[in-house]
């Protein structure tokens, strides 16, 4: 088949799986963790600063927790407060996936810092940095999706659907897509 042809077929082939009633009229799309880590460590590290501190977030690690609709992000943490040395240690988040349907991208939104460990830091300057964590780490991901459809993959850039459910299973991330109503 010739490539044009072989496009015009694909996208047919695409559109046809797209139109056939399924499940409740769902599309299923499972992202493995290598998928997801491979999209999310490319924009880090991460720098929020201040006159007052600078605190960099980098080497993420996703984590896929069985049975939960969050995904969580271990990262690597320097934070420097003005006058001070710099301290080290991790910080983990976590976030909703949201689905931006026009752009074919997933997106984790409402990220939390739920958890910091950095050396040096009182009880009450750990919570601190947790918000200030926060802040960046939403900020960050309101432009930098954890996935992304293919828009080569004809399949993938036909389905624009509503998102109908997240979830985590057996350490993947299972997405379900609905058809949007009109």
């Known amino acids: 088949m010739?490539?044009?042809s072989t496009a015009v077929f694909q996208a047919?082939?695409?559109?046809?799986?797209?139109?056939?009633?399924?499940?409740?009229?769902?599309?299923?799309?499972?992202?493995?963790?290598?998928?997801i880590?491979?999209?999310?460590?490319?924009?880090?590290p991460v720098t929020e600063s201040s006159a007052l501190y600078s605190l960099t977030l980098k080497?993420?690690?996703?984590?896929?927790?069985?049975?939960?609709?969050?995904?969580?992000?271990?990262?690597d943490t320097t934070m420097t407060a003005l006058g001070s040395m710099a301290t080290s240690g991790v910080v983990h988040i976590d976030g909703a996936i949201g689905y931006?349907?026009?752009?074919?991208?997933?997106?984790?939104?409402?990220?939390?810092?739920?958890?910091?460990?950095l050396e040096g830091i009182s009880e009450p300057g750990q919570r601190q940095v947790?918000?200030?964590?926060?802040?960046?780490?939403?900020?960050?991901?309101k432009k930098n999706p954890i996935?992304?459809?293919?828009?080569?993959?004809?399949?993938?850039?036909?389905?624009?659907?509503a998102l109908k459910s997240v979830k985590i299973q057996d350490g993947k991330l299972v997405v379900e897509l609905g058809m949007p109503s009109f």
């Open 12 to 35: 047919c082939v695409a559109l046809a799986i797209v139109l056939i009633p399924t499940q409740a009229g769902a599309y299923t799309i499972t992202l493995t963790l290598p998928d």
């Open 100 to 117: 931006l349907r026009d752009k074919g991208e997933f997106l984790l939104e409402d990220a939390v810092a739920r958890q910091v460990e």
């Open 59 to 75: 080497n993420p690690r996703v984590e896929l927790k069985e049975g939960s609709e969050r995904v969580g992000l271990i990262v």
């Open 2 to 4: 010739k490539p044009k």
């Open 130 to 141: 947790a918000q200030i964590a926060t802040m960046a780490l939403r900020e960050y991901f």
């Open 147 to 161: 996935y992304r459809l293919n828009p080569n993959d004809a399949s993938e850039a036909v389905i624009k659907s």
């Open 37 to 44: 880590q491979s999209q999310v460590e490319k924009n880090f």
